[in-house]
């Protein structure tokens, strides 16, 4: 799995990357009542605009991306100085209010996220495989703590297509994130040309507040 998207990054095969924030969140984010300044989880992130614009909305932000060349792609985009660090098998890159951690996200300790307050996956459930999927599912529960607020874009395929990125069904979606989320089907969209159906979820994390 590791092998195959740093090789995608190398030969610049991302045509999932949009150059522009996802319309999705720009319109929902704001309706989830977020609280101001609490900081945002982007689980294989890439060189994901949406970063930019949580942290432009006030949200520091924690991305975690497997691919260096992502990484140094996005921070290439901006000016802002860059301050570089390791940490528990992680190469991190700070700039301005955006933290990206360069490496497994399996390998993220809840310890090391003790601060996370709101997560938002557009293009990380639907890029691993069926069977990581459930571990995918399990760890993202366990970094968030209950109460925290986010968006879930996932994907459908009119037919069998491989991925990634993958198709995952909305019963899928559920099964995976229901035992520790409460989602809500916020849109889906008619398919493209591709074939391609994406859907917009609201996730809460259950469990008692503190």
């Known amino acids: 799995m590791t092998d195959l ?48 614009w949580l942290a432009e909305a006030n949200h520091p932000v924690l991305g975690i991306e497997l691919a260096p060349e992502a990484v140094e792609q996005f921070l290439a985009e901006s000016s802002v100085p860059v301050a570089r660090y390791q940490q528990a098998g992680f190469t991190i890159c700070r700039q301005g209010s955006i933290e990206l951690w360069c490496g497994d996200f399996f390998h993220l300790h809840i310890q090391q996220a003790s601060e996370i307050g709101a997560f938002y996956d557009r293009a990380a459930l639907i890029a691993l495989p069926e069977a990581t999927r459930q571990r995918y599912a399990f760890h993202l529960a366990q970094l968030v703590p209950p109460g925290a607020k986010g968006l879930l874009v996932s994907l459908t395929h009119d037919g069998e297509k491989a991925g990634p990125p993958y198709s995952v069904p909305n019963q899928e979606v559920e099964t995976l994130l229901s035992p520790n989320f409460r989602l809500t089907l916020l849109e889906e969209s008619e398919p493209d040309e591709r074939g391609l159906c994406e859907k917009v979820w609201h996730l809460v994390r259950r469990g008692p507040l503190a």
């Open 5 to 52: 998207w740093r090789a995608r990054w190398q030969e610049g095969r991302i045509g999932f990357h949009l150059p522009r924030p996802h319309p999705a969140l720009q319109r929902y984010w704001p309706l989830l009542g977020v609280p101001d300044r609490a900081k945002v989880l982007v689980p294989l992130c890439g060189k994901t605009l949406d970063m930019r």
